[in-house]
């Protein structure tokens, strides 16, 4: 079962920047897709961005333009650059791993079929 670890998260001021990392517990053969998701106090957690193993990525609309989605299979580690942050994005911000390239569909789903979670990092925006 793979494991995946969050981390990079914390309280920055509107405007400002941060770059989420998590790192999965295994290597990956064949194809495979990462995605970050997030759930704010009292909301439903939503899709954030993906990526698959061919590298082809997708974001949802309210983060296109501000965050990047990457990965570093050397370092078996999943990124997430976010930049001109906003009190909206105050979440817990979560990594999924999925053997398939369903994380791009899952982005706009309950992703309840993901295989693999972490246990998320705290992201604070405040203005």
């Known amino acids: 079962q793979v494991q995946l670890e969050e981390s990079g998260g914390g309280s920055v001021e509107s405007g400002g920047s941060l770059r989420l990392s998590c790192v999965s517990s295994?290597?990956?053969?064949?194809?495979?897709?990462m995605a970050w998701f997030r759930q704010a106090p009292g909301k439903a957690r939503e899709g954030v961005a993906a990526i698959d193993s061919d590298g082809g990525t997708s974001y949802v609309d309210f983060v296109k333009g501000r965050f990047t989605i990457s990965l570093d299979n050397t370092k078996n580690t999943l990124y997430l650059q976010m930049t001109t942050l906003n009190p909206e994005d105050t979440a817990m911000y979560y990594c999924a791993e999925d053997p398939s390239d369903s994380c791009h569909a899952e982005l706009t789903s309950d992703a309840t079929n993901l295989a693999a979670w972490g246990r998320g990092t705290m992201v604070t925006v405040s203005s």
């Open positions: 295994e290597y990956t053969y064949g194809r495979y897709c």
